[in-house]
């Protein structure tokens, strides 16, 4: 497993470099000269691409079948572990790297609160039975020294090993004999297929892999544009007819170049001399370039040409921002399921290392998310008050929409049952109701 781990790192330092737009020219196969290289200029489109999906994917709770809201239980697992947080990083490695991982461990300090940790793809792998599916085995190492990990943790149905690397050798430093005939380690992958292609080494793959030979080809042309921009998109000047001697200040010394090519060269006193000036590059081309590869990374990205910085020609209405985004939301429903999963198949392993067993409800766990339609609290807010209105969604389950917790919900209900038996506000609707109906 490691060595497959090993093999991998090449393409996972690659993905880092694309999501974070510091990807080298070399690397696209443009040679460009060293003097130039300050005109190298890269579009991010792969951050977009990534980030436009990510930012949809917020978790909301946990529930056991039947239940009609989420489970306090389980969120309170999962909140104790900061996982709120940790999962979308894991989110976003998935989303970059094709895959990430969550593990659940033994907690000595409080056997009721199990540990649950993310876990980068760049240190972590697993191994899968044929037959079943399910993980068989998983490995972890970190800790970099010169190039060689120094230590490791294995994962077993019945037993977690801790390991240190001395002079080459693995030896075990610690171990958990849990006994719970799983291996408490759960990917989650991004664009899984049933089987590994053949041009393929791993499973999954990266939200930015359609979007890259695009990037590439749009810095290819950001560059040439950017060359052009100095070269040919200023008028170029040219003098006949002048002697060196013509290009001298007052006291007989040679001009500056740049100083003679700016002002000299118009106004020179030899009246054999002719100047001329070419006209300058059309660089309308390199625009247009542009904005197709930005129409086709918006095409194999499900997510809006806008968001590459291509302008649309009609106004942006609501409903046309909407229809733009509808395949970046279908999208993100789609991961929201695929994700879902390995979170809930994490807090069922995590409900075993607690209780030691769990009950037939905990294979059926369902995670909860907000709408990737509605990704700002405002929006989120104004579709909940909409359907409150129409009568479709009780006061309750508004809370619930918004993310409100059990407590707080409470406390809300509390205040409403105040507030409805409040003496002033009953004597105000009375008086209302009865300047109403003196009026009539």
């Known amino acids: 497993m490691t060595k497959e781990l090993e093999d991998a790192q090449h393409k996972f330092e690659?993905?880092?470099?694309?999501?974070?737009?510091?990807?080298?020219?070399?690397?696209?196969g443009l040679a460009i000269p060293e003097h130039l290289m300050k005109f190298t200029v890269i579009a991010n489109w792969c951050q977009i691409a990534v980030d436009?999906?990510?930012?949809?994917?917020?978790?909301?709770?946990?529930?056991?079948?039947?239940?009609?809201?989420?489970?306090?239980?389980?969120?309170?697992?999962?909140?104790?572990?900061?996982?709120?947080?940790?999962?979308?990083?894991?989110?976003?490695?998935?989303?970059?790297?094709?895959?990430?991982?969550?593990?659940?461990?033994?907690?000595?300090?409080?056997?009721?609160?199990?540990?649950?940790?993310?876990?980068?793809?760049?240190?972590?792998?697993?191994?899968?039975?044929?037959?079943?599916?399910?993980v068989s085995a998983a490995a972890k190492v970190y800790e970099v020294v010169n190039g060689q990990p120094t230590r490791g943790t294995l994962y077993l149905p019945h037993t977690t090993i801790w390991l240190t690397r001395d002079d080459g050798q693995w030896q075990e430093d610690a171990r958990d004999d849990h006994g719970l005939g799983v291996v408490p380690v759960v990917p989650k992958f991004n664009r899984r297929r049933l089987t590994v292609p053949s041009h393929r080494t791993l499973q999954g793959q990266s939200q930015m892999e359609p979007v890259i030979p695009l990037v590439d080809s749009a810095a290819r042309s950001l560059t040439n544009a950017q060359v052009a921009q100095e070269t040919h998109a200023v008028p170029q000047r040219g003098v006949m007819g002048a002697a060196k001697g013509d290009f001298v200040d007052a006291n007989g010394k040679p001009l500056p170049v740049w100083e003679a090519y700016f002002g000299a060269v118009w106004a020179l006193q030899n009246k054999d001399a002719k100047t001329f000036q070419f006209d300058a590059s059309e660089m309308s081309n390199f625009e247009r370039m542009i904005n197709l590869y930005a129409r086709l990374a918006s095409g194999v990205s499900a997510v809006p040409a806008a968001y590459f910085g291509l302008a649309a020609d009609?106004?942006?209405?609501?409903?046309?921002?909407?229809?733009?985004?509808?395949?970046?939301?279908?999208?993100?429903?789609?991961?929201?399921?695929?994700?879902?999963?390995?979170?809930?198949?994490?807090?069922?392993?995590?409900?075993?290392?607690?209780?030691?067993?769990?009950?037939?409800?905990?294979?059926?766990?369902?995670?909860?998310?907000?709408?990737?339609?509605?990704?700002?609290?405002?929006?989120?807010?104004?579709?909940?008050?909409?359907?409150?209105?129409?009568?479709?969604?009780?006061?309750?389950?508004?809370?619930?929409?918004?993310?409100?917790?059990?407590?707080?919900?409470?406390?809300?209900?509390?205040?409403?049952?105040?507030?409805?038996?409040?003496?002033?506000?009953?004597?105000?609707?009375?008086?209302?109701?009865?300047?109403?109906?003196?009026?009539?």
């Open 14 to 28: 690659l993905a880092d470099r694309y999501y974070d737009g510091a990807q080298r020219l070399e690397q696209m």
């Open 314 to 440: 009609d106004a942006a209405s609501a409903d046309a921002i909407r229809s733009r985004e509808s395949r970046t939301n279908k999208v993100s429903e789609l991961k929201q399921e695929d994700f879902g999963e390995s979170d809930a198949e994490t807090l069922r392993i995590a409900l075993l290392f607690r209780d030691r067993r769990v009950g037939s409800d905990a294979d059926r766990i369902e995670t909860l998310w907000y709408d990737p339609a509605t990704p700002t609290k405002a929006q989120h807010a104004d579709a909940v008050v909409k359907l409150v209105q129409a009568k479709i969604l009780p006061i309750k389950g508004a809370w619930e929409e918004l993310g409100y917790g059990a407590e707080k919900m409470r406390r809300y209900a509390q205040f409403m049952r105040e507030q409805s038996a409040d003496p002033t506000l009953e004597q105000i609707a009375r008086d209302l109701n009865s300047d109403a109906a003196g009026s009539q």
């Open 52 to 134: 436009a999906i990510h930012e949809r994917l917020k978790r909301k709770g946990f529930r056991f079948p039947g239940q009609e809201s989420g489970d306090d239980e389980l969120w309170r697992l999962w909140t104790a572990n900061q996982m709120q947080t940790k999962a979308r990083l894991g989110d976003l490695d998935a989303l970059i790297f094709s895959r990430s991982y969550n593990c659940v461990g033994t907690n000595e300090k409080n056997p009721n609160l199990p540990l649950i940790t993310t876990e980068s793809p760049r240190e972590m792998i697993t191994e899968r039975n044929p037959r079943t599916g399910a």
